[in-house]
């Protein structure tokens, strides 16, 4: 639902499963007008074929077209419906459905690779596991005196459960802040998502209504809906309000406070390591908690410069349709 305008934009992608490439199959687009005082109204509906040019596209191709608005048998709206829509349709030949394309596919990965939104699902689950790692590791052997593993002696290492306790505590804390910013608890000024015209505007509407309540948990919001009706909303904010950079900085600081403490029982465990003694489990829990660790890091560097790109591609197509055509 997009407020406030008469051409409203929503760009967003949506996939659909086909059985088979026939010309049969037709995509059929409803616009309503969504209002609080009564049922919504239609504005319109369109009708694309999906012929056999579309199914001879290159995956990474899509093409633009602009339908108009007709009115429909069930909805009616002979006398008002006007205006177009505009879409944009592609067709990957990898999605078919009866492919023998999997999720081992190198094409599948590659898209997921490329969503912002699947590599931040994939971080916070790396940092789950990492948390899991270092708990079972801080319980777990860390030397041992014998010809093998699995038939030695465990000895005592000081030092080493405390650091990876502390280290799946500073882990956990990371872990919850991302799995809270995935799932939108502070917005996009955590997620990064590509900001709209219509979001800065919200944006700096809410801004100024909320000039005077910056000190308060509470607040009781009374707006008119019609004659005599009112609609009254009440706020409560049990946690005070914390700006988005003070939680990466905290998160930040956990989060390098793990991957330090896990180095740090890593070389524990190697300086008191003897010619007849060997490395425990716990040893390689934490080195694979470590590794996990970093690769967030690093799917994280790859999510922030997707989001750039993706904005960078938005703000260059808004100001290729408002350019003038010569």
Not at 98 to 121: D, F, H, W, Y
Not at 196 to 217: K, P
Request: net charge neutral; charged share 20%; with cysteine.
């Amino acid at each position: 639902c997009i407020n406030g305008t008469l051409n409203p934009k929503w760009r967003e992608d949506f996939c659909f499963a086909v059985k088979q490439k026939s010309m049969t199959l037709s995509l059929h687009i409803e616009v309503w007008h969504s209002t609080s005082e009564g049922p919504d109204e239609f504005l319109g509906h369109a009708v694309l074929n999906l012929n056999e040019s579309l199914f001879s596209m290159a995956p990474s191709h899509r093409d633009r077209r602009e339908l108009p608005l007709k009115p429909h048998e069930k909805h009616g709206g002979h006398n008002r419906v006007k205006g177009s829509v505009k879409v944009e349709i592609g067709f990957d030949h990898n999605l078919l459905h009866g492919s023998k394309v999997g999720l081992n596919s190198p094409s599948i990965c590659t898209e997921l690779m490329k969503s912002p939104q699947a590599l931040r699902v994939f971080r916070v689950f790396l940092l789950g596991c990492a948390t899991l790692l270092l708990m079972v590791a801080a319980r777990g052997r860390w030397l041992c005196r014998g010809p093998s593993l699995h038939d030695c002696f465990p000895e005592p290492v000081q030092g080493t459960g405390t650091c990876v306790m502390l280290a799946s505590c500073a882990a956990t804390a990371v872990t919850s802040v991302h799995f809270a910013g995935a799932i939108g608890a502070f917005g996009v000024d955590w997620t990064g998502e590509v900001l709209r015209v219509q979001d800065l505007l919200q944006s700096a509407r809410v801004d100024e209504e909320d000039v005077d309540y910056d000190d308060t948990n509470a607040r009781l919001q009374v707006q008119s809906v019609g004659y005599l009706q009112w609609n009254i909303s009440m706020a409560i904010s049990l946690v005070p309000r914390v700006p988005c950079i003070c939680v990466r900085l905290f998160t930040m600081l956990a989060y390098l406070i793990a991957i330090l403490l896990s180095l740090l029982a890593i070389t524990l465990s190697r300086l008191e390591e003897g010619h007849a003694q060997v490395l425990g489990e716990s040893v390689y829990l934490d080195a694979l908690a470590l590794g996990c660790m970093i690769t967030s890091s690093v799917l994280s560097v790859r999510e922030r410069r997707l989001l750039v790109k993706e904005e960078g591609d938005m703000w260059m197509d808004v100001g290729q349709e408002r350019s003038p055509k010569k």
